[in-house]
């Protein structure tokens, strides 16, 4: 499944080491843990670490435990898929205004004359500018979220 010289198959060989040194699990799962880094990983440690000392059925919190993180995982995929598609959604949003100015001017240029020809449709577009920038700025810090 994994290529010989991957990350995740050198780690599980220098772990069976350790175990081969006559570490107990217990450590090799902790240094592990606190290598990676990783939240899921660490909690797996903690759950097997209290699940092997006070001495509960080992394979089915194991089993419970991974498919906790399997569906949190899964969660977090379809959350990163949803805010793909908003994001995508914003971007194309952010740019209809400008595609209808652009499109106005090049096509019908004269339609465009009372917007930009007197004071008060310069007023009035400079204001809808500065709108329209707030608003850019706004849904832009909506879909900037962390996952």
């Known amino acids: 499944m994994y290529e010989k010289d991957s990350y995740i198959v050198k780690e599980f060989e220098y772990m069976t080491r350790q175990l081969k040194n006559n570490q107990t699990i217990e450590d090799v799962f902790l240094d592990f843990s606190n290598r990676s880094k990783v939240e899921d990983i660490c909690n797996f440690t903690e759950v097997f670490i209290t699940a092997k000392r006070t001495g509960g059925d080992l394979i089915k919190i194991i089993r419970r435990t991974s498919n906790s993180i399997s569906d949190k995982i899964e969660v977090k995929r379809e959350i990163i898929t949803l805010i793909t598609a908003k994001k995508f959604e914003s971007s194309i949003m952010n740019f209809i205004p400008l595609g209808i100015i652009l499109y106005m001017w090049l096509f019908s240029p004269g339609f465009m004359d009372p917007l930009y020809g007197n004071i008060k449709g310069v007023v009035v577009m400079s204001a809808a500018l500065v709108l ?16």
């Open 132 to 147: 329209y920038g707030v608003a850019y700025k706004i849904s832009q810090k909506i879909i900037d979220i962390e996952v």
